[in-house]
């Protein structure tokens, strides 16, 4: 290994910053209260003088941290997101992770000397578009969409150097291309893409019926878990459907991410990051994924077995998958 | 149920004047309200919301309507009225106050349920992780006394948890942390 390989952790809040730093991350990435950011749901996120303590913290205790403004720019409002830019830089992010070309440009132009990071919305999943992104605008390391496998994360990473490449490895799992995934919008009106929301908790209701729980979206039933049935995230994607007379979970079943067993492939072939997905979560999940995760990156260094078992219980639907790595999905 | 207190002990608990149990709550909320003065804040426009937080072991309910000039609490037999619902044993309620438990984790398994406004209940469980409570600061304990305080509480939640039976530790209160490395 040549370049020390870095576990990119998520924040929610600032007890979650604190909580993903004195568990041994190497980097933080974070947002505003606001729609500049994929994760805006109520009670989460930072605002600016949080943000500021944020970055304070992260840097006493030899951590990065990464300001997300990852959602799309509203046309004839974008000053929320150029404010949000000025004000990360001004919080000290070492680094932005942008996913409008417009903000990219606005971004570099304004502040000339700060990282920029291609987030997975951008869905940046060719070496042209990395390589865009990468020449014209001095992108440092690109975030890539979790549809790929490792083969092609392979490429990918090879011929976008000297940027480099971030990949998800943990945490809810996004099976469609992010940034152009519609079916919120559809259903609800609101997109992580615009707003920052993914089947918004506005527009998501739970009733019991008969023992069982029933999750619905924007008026639409999505999914019923029987009595003891592990239950996942109510968005559209992950819902049951009937079709040809079937009922399946269509479009993807509600598992949780974890490539823990392909860290040492995903190193040997040049990725330099890691990321742990799931800014909403607790504290208790950002401790316990964070801790495992520095430890097999630590352990990998060293030359040890790893063991995960402890993960599962915080996975999605209580089971997990190497998603699109290896492309066993139906 | 795994996590349910001994039908002997919610009975007992359903002995008490629901009054002298309204008065230790509000009690130990104000203790933490004190600690944590930007609760309300970061609940933002869901503050104001009346939360029926429902230990499904006990024969009570506490109602929370929390609000910048401070939080109402009170404990009835049974909610009525409220924006949104949360249910849990004792324990795990406990727990995702003091940031043992995730609450996604515990909705996933179905050992917490809610109902109502999706939104306000994101929003509390979300401004509740931020104030990183522990047991010292809903005492009330001087700073000097909270390490060994809240070091022994972790230790008797532990057990406890164990012995109900309830969903495993995890997070930073949690002692299964540990990978195994061989």
Same mark, same amino acid.
């Given at each position: 290994?040549?370049? +020390? ?8 809040? +600032? ?38 303590? %944020?970055a ?8 990065k941290i990464a300001i997300?403004?990852?959602? #799309? ?12 830019v000025d004000d990360a830089v001004a919080a000290g992010a070492d680094a932005l992770i942008l ?5 990219v440009d606005y971004a570099r132009k304004a502040h000339p000397k700060q990282r920029l990071h ?8 060719? +070496? ?6 990468r020449?014209r605008f001095g992108i440092a390391r ?20 000297p940027c ?22 559809? %259903? ?12 918004? +908790? ?37 819902? @049951? #459907? ?31 990051? #890691? ?7 607790? @504290? ?8 495992? #995760? ?24 209580? @089971? ?11 | ?13 359903? !002995? ?11 009690? =130990? ?34 109602? =929370? ?13 049974? &909610? ?6 949360? &249910? ?7 727990? !995702? ?35 990183? =409570?522990? =047991? ?16 022994? &509480? ?29």
């Amino acid at each position: 290994m040549t370049t +020390p390989l870095e576990l990119v952790c998520p924040a929610g809040t +600032p007890a979650g910053l604190r909580t993903a730093v004195d568990a041994g991350a190497h980097s933080v990435y974070c947002g505003f209260r606001d729609e500049t950011n994929a994760r805006n749901f109520p009670g989460l996120n930072f605002d600016r003088a949080e943000m500021r303590e %944020a970055a304070a913290y992260a840097h006493a205790h030899g951590a990065k941290i990464a300001i997300a403004l990852n959602t #799309f720019m509203r046309a004839g409002s974008t000053d929320l997101w150029k404010r949000g830019v000025d004000d990360a830089v001004a919080a000290g992010a070492d680094a932005l992770i942008l996913a409008d070309v417009g903000l990219v440009d606005y971004a570099r132009k304004a502040h000339p000397k700060q990282r920029l990071h291609l987030s997975v919305q951008a869905a940046a999943a060719t +070496p042209e578009a990395i390589a865009f992104y990468r020449d014209r605008f001095g992108i440092a390391r690109v975030v890539l969409p979790r549809v790929l496998t490792v083969e092609e994360v392979s490429r990918l990473t090879a011929h976008a150097a000297p940027c480099e490449t971030e990949v998800f490895v943990f945490g809810g799992l996004c099976v469609m291309a992010e940034g152009r995934c519609m079916l919120s919008s559809y %259903a609800t009106g609101k997109s992580p893409n615009m707003t920052g929301v993914c089947s918004p +908790p506005s527009h998501v209701t739970y009733r019991e019926d008969r023992d069982a729980l029933v999750a619905c979206v924007g008026g639409f039933t999505i999914e019923r878990f029987e009595r003891g049935e592990p239950a996942g995230y109510p968005t559209l994607c992950k819902g @049951r #459907f009937v079709a040809d007379g079937t009922m399946s979970h269509l479009f993807e079943d509600p598992v949780s991410l974890n490539a823990v067993t392909l860290l040492p492939r995903l190193a040997e072939i040049g990725v330099t990051a #890691f990321k742990i997905e799931g800014r909403q979560r607790g @504290r208790a999940y950002i401790s316990t994924v964070v801790r495992a #995760f520095r430890k097999v990156i630590d352990a990998m260094a060293a030359g040890k077995k790893i063991d995960l078992d402890e993960l599962r219980g915080l996975t999605e639907g209580q @089971r997990d998958t190497v998603g699109a790595y290896k492309k066993t999905w139906r | 149920m795994r996590g349910h207190l001994p039908p002997i002990f919610a009975n007992a608990a359903g !002995m008490l004047p629901l009054l002298s149990l309204e008065v230790v709550a509000r009690h =130990l909320m104000s203790n933490a309200m004190a600690a944590r003065p930007s609760f309300a804040a970061r609940l933002g426009e869901y503050s104001g919301r009346t939360f029926a937080v429902d230990p499904v072991d006990c024969p009570f309910v506490f109602v =929370l309507t929390p609000q910048d000039g401070g939080t109402h609490l009170s404990v009835v037999r049974e &909610a009525v009225g409220f924006d949104a619902r949360i &249910a849990a044993p004792l324990v795990v309620l406990l727990g !995702m106050i003091d940031g043992t438990y995730d609450g996604d984790a515990l909705f996933f398994s179905r050992d917490l349920s809610i109902e109502g406004d999706t939104e306000a209940v994101l929003a509390l469980r979300n401004a509740i992780e931020n104030a990183d =409570l522990d =047991l010292s600061t809903v005492l009330g304990f001087p700073q000097a006394m909270q390490g060994p305080v809240n070091r022994a &509480a972790r230790q008797v939640f532990m057990r406890v948890r164990r012995l109900l039976d309830a969903p495993e530790d995890s997070g930073p209160n949690g002692v299964a942390n540990g990978v195994n490395l061989s």
